[in-house]
């Protein structure tokens, strides 16, 4: 199946690395979102992280001119998608949300259209159900920040054909990326391994075993990680790992994946990590300061 023009949903952290990528990768690239500030900013920061990388000679000053040439913004789901050979969905993680954006797509997008979904944690399954083109909707998760992450999480629905997988397997390629094809259970592989891991930490914390600092830097230096898993649920956002939990935890019905109370708490607290200044650091100094580790020593 041929692809040439991308419809990106969601000009977030992750619409506008995924737009970059396909835009300096020679598609011509259609990136939409509800809200026009955000679909603004988010050229804005194509622009200036094009420009990091000529200046760091990763690109030339023509070729982050041509990637710049290739980008189109558009407010309007069905004009944005109606020429797309593919549309990658990355609007806000919630479920009603999708499906509606599904319905929209498929209705908009040309027969034949492949629509895939960057989601972390929902079902493509569900997600496709809500289609007339099951066997043509996939998952494809890309790992935040698009533009330097390797991975392609590609994610096989119960009903997706086997040639839009090979499509999509060859175009995540092209962006030099690395594809695995996984199918699809709670969690995929990437966030089924990483969220106990996480859960794990929060636990070991909770129950004072050790202190924030301890139990990143024996997850850094002891398993060569190249963060501990503390600061990175900081990272991701303590109320994204929270739901993630729920749902391998009301998707697997299994405790082992009950989310952590204490983490339940930081999120009720609005302690969500980077995004709010705090988490298990402290982010608005610039630098880290252990915050549950003070609260939880013996
Ligand atoms: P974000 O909140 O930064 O961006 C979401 C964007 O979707 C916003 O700009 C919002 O205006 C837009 N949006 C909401 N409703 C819309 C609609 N109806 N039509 C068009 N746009 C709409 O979120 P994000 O972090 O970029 O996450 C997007 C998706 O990527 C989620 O499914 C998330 O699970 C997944 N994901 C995120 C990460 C990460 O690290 N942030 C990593 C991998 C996958």
């Known amino acids: 199946m041929s692809v040439e023009r991308i419809t990106v949903i969601g000009a977030g952290t992750m619409g506008n690395g995924i737009a970059h990528v396909f835009a300096q990768n020679g ?91 960057n989601t972390s944690s929902i079902s493509i399954t569900k997600i496709a159900a809500v289609t007339k083109r099951p066997d043509h909707v996939i998952g494809m998760h890309f790992m935040n920040p698009v533009p330097v992450m390797k991975l392609v999480e590609i994610i096989n629905g119960y009903a997706t054909k086997a040639e839009v997988t090979e499509t999509i397997v060859a175009l995540s390629k092209q962006l030099g990326k ?84 204490l983490l339940v708490n930081m999120v009720m607290a609005g302690k969500l990590g980077v995004k709010t200044g705090e988490g298990f650091y402290r982010y608005t100094t610039g630098s880290k300061e252990m915050m549950v580790s003070e609260r939880f020593k013996k």
């Open 27 to 117: 598609f011509s690239v259609t990136l939409v979102d509800v809200n026009a500030a955000q679909l603004e900013k988010a050229v804005q920061t194509i622009e200036k992280n094009l420009e990091r990388q000529v200046t760091k000679g990763a690109l030339t000053a023509e070729q982050k001119q041509q990637a710049l040439a290739n980008l189109s913004a558009q407010t309007d789901i069905a004009a944005g998608v109606k020429e797309a050979d593919l549309v990658v969905e990355a609007a806000t993680e919630n479920t009603d949300l999708k499906l509606t954006i599904f319905k929209q797509l498929d209705a908009a997008a040309k027969p034949g259209a492949i629509l895939a979904s």
């Open 178 to 261: 690395v594809p695995c094809v996984v199918n699809d259970y709670p969690g995929f592989i990437a966030n089924r391994i990483l969220m106990p891991m996480i859960n794990e930490a929060v636990y070991s914390l909770y129950e004072g075993i050790a202190g924030v600092e301890e139990i990143d830097t024996i997850m850094k230096l002891g398993m060569a990680h190249p963060m501990g898993p503390l600061q990175l649920a900081d990272f991701i956002g303590l109320d994204v790992c929270l739901s993630i939990l729920n749902v391998l935890y009301n998707g697997f019905g299994n405790t082992k994946y009950a989310p952590c109370p």
